[in-house]
């Protein structure tokens, strides 16, 4: 969390791999009263199609996936990443560091977030008539969790789980767990986006 909030503190471009500080650095961000507070609702204002404003609320208890835009390259990578939303919290705080650009207590807001990825080899788009399609995360990998600065929330979407494809515990090995709605033990092996 803590290099999360440093590298916004020192006003670094997010390209999707959290930056790791040393402890020396992490020690430059003080958590006012160490406290983190938490939020039950994330509100994302947004443009629609027809030009008007309109704004999502969404509920991190009740499946809220959102998505952001992809700061992958490639010619055929997908435009957005998704991911759905553990915790929607805020903190105050204070940067005490010799790179420290404001001295003054800040006000932070950022979410953690369980990261979806693109299905491998999946093609999709309206030429053959198919939706984009996810899957969580594995575990194993360190991307799979993470924390998210809410500004980068283009909006929430809608993600429809894959029914062919199953449920799977292989991508999540704790059986209870923050990931996962109280009384699930396993996920669905993917989802589509709905378009």
């Known amino acids: 969390m803590k290099d999360h909030l440093l590298?916004?503190?020192l006003g670094r471009e997010y390209?999707?791999?959290?930056v790791s500080f040393s402890n020396a650095d992490r020690n430059t961000v003080r958590i006012i009263d160490n406290h983190v507070y938490s939020a039950k609702v994330l509100r994302v204002n947004y443009t629609t199609y027809d030009i008007r404003r309109d704004q999502d609320s969404m509920n991190p208890r009740t499946h809220c996936?959102?998505?952001?835009?992809s700061r992958e390259t490639e010619p055929t990578a997908h435009p957005y990443w998704y991911a759905r939303v553990l915790g929607v919290f805020h903190v105050r705080v204070l940067h005490t560091g010799s790179a420290a650009t404001n001295r003054s207590v800040q006000h932070l807001e950022f979410l953690w977030v369980r990261w979806f990825g693109t299905e491998a080899g999946y093609r999709h788009g309206f030429k053959i008539a198919r939706l984009p399609?996810?899957?969580?995360?594995e575990e194993t990998d360190d991307?799979?969790?993470g924390f998210l600065d809410p500004s980068l929330v283009i909006r929430g979407c809608h993600l429809i789980p894959a029914f062919a494809d199953g449920r799977t515990s292989?991508?999540?090995g704790a059986s209870q767990s923050a990931a996962r709605p109280p009384g699930e033990c396993d996920d669905w092996a993917a989802f589509y986006v709905n378009m």
Do not use: H
């Open 7 to 9: 590298s916004r503190l």
């Open 15 to 18: 390209d999707g791999d959290e």
């Open 65 to 69: 996936d959102v998505m952001v835009m």
């Open 133 to 137: 399609k996810v899957g969580f995360v």
């Open 143 to 145: 991307l799979a969790f």
């Open 170 to 172: 292989a991508l999540l």
